[in-house]
């Protein structure tokens, strides 16, 4: 239950946060930066988080589900399971994102791709972090 929990509330938070970093590098609105564009970023940020959790709690949970059911087979470490979700994330959070317009391009595929790749992969982290332990079995 708490890699449910985990899931739900750092996915959507980081995955928000990457979202709007990478539309707004898109745009180009960090060409010319100052203190004060830095501080409207971060108040758009907090004024739209409410948005992250309402459109991001449920991919973060198919997520978290997909990493439950690997954490259950015992030949896949924990390594390769992060991996594998990040992979996951990045690859569907470029084709939902990514548009096919004229801006299109690597730089697009690659920003939107981390906007799975990283909450997947730091979710699954802490979720690794977090188990309980597992009793032995005597056999």
Avoid: C
């Avoid at 997520?63 to 390594?79: C, E, F, Q």
């Amino acid at each position: 239950m708490t890699r449910y929990l985990i899931f739900g509330a750092i996915g959507p938070l980081v995955g928000g946060f990457l979202m709007l970093f990478a539309t707004t590098v898109a745009s180009g609105y960090w060409s010319d930066t100052n203190w004060s564009e830095i501080g409207k970023f971060l108040g758009a940020f907090f004024r739209t988080l409410q948005y992250s959790y309402l459109f991001a709690i449920v991919p973060m949970l198919m997520l978290g589900a997909i990493d439950d059911i690997l954490y259950h087979v015992k030949r896949i470490t924990p390594v390769v399971r992060m991996l594998i979700l990040g992979a996951v994330g990045f690859a569907t959070a470029s084709l939902l994102y990514g548009s096919r317009g004229p801006d299109a391009g690597a730089l697009q595929f690659v920003l939107y791709g981390i906007v799975g790749l990283v909450p997947a992969m730091l979710s699954s982290w802490l979720a690794h972090r977090y188990d309980a332990p597992q009793a032995v079995h005597s056999t």
